[in-house]
T-cell receptor
Framework: GAVVSQHPSWVICKSGTSVKIECRSL??????MFWYRQFPKQSLMLMAT?????????EQGVEKDKFLINHASLTLSTLTVTSAHPEDSSFYIC????????????FGPGTRLTVT | AQSVSQHNHHVILSEAASLELGCNYS??????LFWYVQYPGQHLQLLLK??????LVKGIKGFEAEFIKSKFSFNLRKPSVQWSDTAEYFC????????????FGQGTTLQVKP
């Protein structure tokens, strides 16, 4: 149980275009989803917290107009990287928590974004 | 602001050696503590967690961790590592509020030689 998927697993896009990444909880309802960014050989950096039906809460330094997050249902959150630039190339990981309040996060496999 | 520090960035051990990975956090309030593992090519998985109670917690695959409040530490241990333990290990902390936000340490790469 508690499986989280991400799509796509790998995407290449041209500079200036937008890319949408999906995060789905497959067998549970996720009231809260988190989006992280991971640079090579580095840790996960929390970008934003997404609650179903409400606006995402962004961490300091993360541009909300550049990284659009939508959490339209209890099983789906999307991250759209708008007007992507090469410096946005990274590994994006989502996680989800259940309504049970244990604060355990279940992580997706990640999406590698390469902007050329 | 909360922060998490993992002292060992890259650890190389032979099979059957004992393992201890250090983790210290800075936060004045009550925290929840986690260790996650990321095997090559796989997603993050929870090894163990501490919320309250017995400060010595046991997780999967023979791992355990001890919460020492006075030292703000939550070190991960395993008495005898296996080649299959080769992975990236992350310590993480969240405050005891209801946000569930995790702050991760830098990660430790463990390489176990057969």
């Amino acid at each position: 149980g508690a499986v989280v998927s991400q799509h796509p697993s790998w995407v290449i896009c041209k500079s200036g275009t937008s890319v949408k990444i999906e995060c789905r909880s497959l067998d549970f309802q996720a009231t809260t989803m988190f989006w992280y960014r991971q640079f090579p050989k580095q840790s996960l950096m929390l970008m934003a917290t997404s609650n179903e039906g409400s606006k995402a809460t962004y961490e300091q330094g993360v541009e909300k107009d550049k990284f659009l997050i939508n959490h339209a249902s209890l099983t789906l959150s999307t991250l759209t990287v708008t007007s992507a630039h090469p410096e946005d190339s990274s590994f994006y990981i989502c996680s989800a928590t259940t309504p049970l309040g244990t604060y355990e996060q279940y992580f997706g496999p990640g999406t590698r974004l390469t902007v050329t | 602001a909360q922060s998490v520090s993992q002292h060992n960035h890259h650890v190389i051990l032979s099979e059957a050696a004992s393992l201890e990975l250090g983790c210290n956090y800075s936060y004045g309030g009550t925290v929840n503590l986690f260790w996650y593992v990321q095997y090559p090519g796989q997603h993050l998985q929870l090894l163990l967690k501490y919320f309250s109670g017995d400060p010595l917690v046991k997780g999967i695959k023979g791992f355990e961790a001890e919460f020492i409040k006075s030292k703000f530490s939550f070190n991960l241990r395993k008495p005898s590592v296996q080649w299959s333990d080769t992975a990236e290990y992350f310590c993480a902390v969240s405050d005891s509020g209801n946000t569930g936000k995790l702050i991760f340490g830098q990660g430790t790469t463990l390489q176990v030689k057969p």
